[in-house]
């Protein structure tokens, strides 16, 4: 399995994970692969011989990507639909993996797949492409929508919050979002049960 990135949170769980079932992983990233010129490393990802490529790399800062939309647009939005056409010539299936940002956030119960999509910024948009322009590239695909990645690798939420409570009395957090195990309601919450 060929899973692109090199040292990000999912890529480093799967190789982890692999490794104890048996199952090889292998991470292709920068320099070989760089999304943001994702077609010149079409080769690198090709010469693992996958049997099935998760598409998990992708530009995840969320706020910076306000300020950087080519950049998020060119690695999130049009280097997947590279992936999966290098998948499709390859004769295997792509999983990509996406964000519940491809949603406006306001919908009080849980979100499903056909669920219209409303992203509310740069980050959504893209991953709102790159979706799509999976989609178009290879009838062969799964896209998964996933919320809030933790891990003991790289940073999240969740080890940066341990972190500040290992070294102060009291955090102050800003509290504009609520996640639960179905969904991530964005504020102005409309329930909050
Ligand atoms: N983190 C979350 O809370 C969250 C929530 C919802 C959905 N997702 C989605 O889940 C997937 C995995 O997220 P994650 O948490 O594992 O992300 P992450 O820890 O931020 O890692 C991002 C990965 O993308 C790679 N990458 C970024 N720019 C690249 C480029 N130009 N060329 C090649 N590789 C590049 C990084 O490469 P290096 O290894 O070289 O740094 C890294 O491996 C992403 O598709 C993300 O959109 C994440």
């Given at each position: 399995m060929a899973v692109t990135g090199r040292a990000g949170q999912l890529v480093s769980a799967l190789i982890e994970r692999g490794a104890g079932h048996g199952v090889e992983i292998v991470p292709v990233g920068?320099?070989?692969?760089d999304l943001a010129d994702a077609a010149s490393g079409m080769a690198a990802l090709a010469a693992t011989q996958p049997d099935i490529i998760v598409?998990?790399?992708?530009?995840?800062?969320v706020d910076k990507a306000e300020s950087e939309p080519e950049l998020a647009r060119a690695i999130n939005g049009v280097a997947p639909g590279i992936v999966a056409q290098c998948a499709a010539q390859l004769g295997v299936p792509v999983i990509h993996i996406s964000t519940d940002?491809?949603?406006?956030?306001?919908?009080p119960t849980p979100y499903v797949e056909t669920d219209p999509t409303d992203p509310l910024g740069v980050y959504g948009s893209t991953k709102l492409e790159g979706e799509r322009a999976v989609a178009a590239a290879t009838p062969d695909h799964a896209i998964l929508r996933t919320a809030w990645v933790y891990s003991p690798f790289g940073g999240n939420f969740l080890k940066t919050m341990l972190r500040l409570a290992g070294d102060r009395p009291k955090l102050r957090v800003v509290g504009d979002q609520l996640v639960t195990r179905h969904r991530r309601l964005i504020w102005p919450m409309r329930c909050c049960a």
């Open positions: 920068r320099p070989e692969l598409s998990a790399a992708a530009y995840t800062a940002y491809v949603f406006n956030g306001t919908k």
